[in-house]
């Protein structure tokens, strides 16, 4: 039979390592310093250290956002992004919200790879691509949604309440609640149940 010691050792063990794991610190003071800098910051949302944002002031993140990896924030150029509470983003996300406005909902799920862009650069014949000016618009993504990985979602659309995309899609269009969407460029292929 175990002694109360013995069950607090593993306990113990945890606290020791963590104490002297830097990396550990690291992340939390990283995680502190852009939670300071944020316009708002909910309670639970803790950043790695491979989470980097342009536009600060113009972010707002709710409650318990969990991070997986690489995720690049920009709200820079009078942009606009606000993360509700509870979502999930696994690695290599890119939100783009520089000039433009995105709005994500509560208990959204965005796997890796994705990228969520409100701006396009324009497309005129006689002006080289890369000195275009940018066309700005405005994405919503809805409560309780997941984005597979690798898709993309574009500008001046609407992803209701309930919507699953499919892995690869491009969603250039609004979709339906509780809607099942994929493909290029995506479309119905289904509903939840």
Request: with cysteine; hydrophobic share 40%; charged share 20%.
């Amino acid at each position: 039979m175990k002694t109360r010691a013995a069950y607090g050792l593993p306990l113990l063990k945890k606290i020791l390592l963590r104490s002297i794991n830097v990396f550990f610190w690291a992340r939390l003071f990283y995680s502190a310093l852009i939670k300071t800098r944020l316009k708002r910051c909910g309670k639970g949302t803790r950043f790695r250290l491979t989470t980097f944002i342009l536009g600060y002031e113009n972010i707002v993140v709710g409650d318990n956002l969990n991070t997986m990896g690489f995720l690049y924030l920009y709200a820079n150029d009078n942009g606009f992004l606000e993360i509700g509470n509870d979502c999930s983003f696994n690695s290599n996300i890119q939100i783009g919200a520089a000039g433009g406005k995105i709005i994500i909902g509560n208990q959204v799920m965005i796997a890796s790879n994705v990228v969520i862009r409100a701006a396009n650069h324009g497309m005129q014949r006689n002006t080289p691509m890369r000195i275009q000016q940018h066309d700005y618009g405005e994405i919503i993504i809805e409560d309780d949604v997941w984005i597979g990985s690798n898709s993309v979602i574009t500008s001046n659309i609407t992803i209701a309440k309930g919507t699953v995309v499919g892995a690869g899609a491009v969603v250039t269009k609004s979709t339906e609640p509780y809607s099942i969407v994929g493909g290029i460029p995506a479309r119905k292929i289904g509903e939840r149940i």
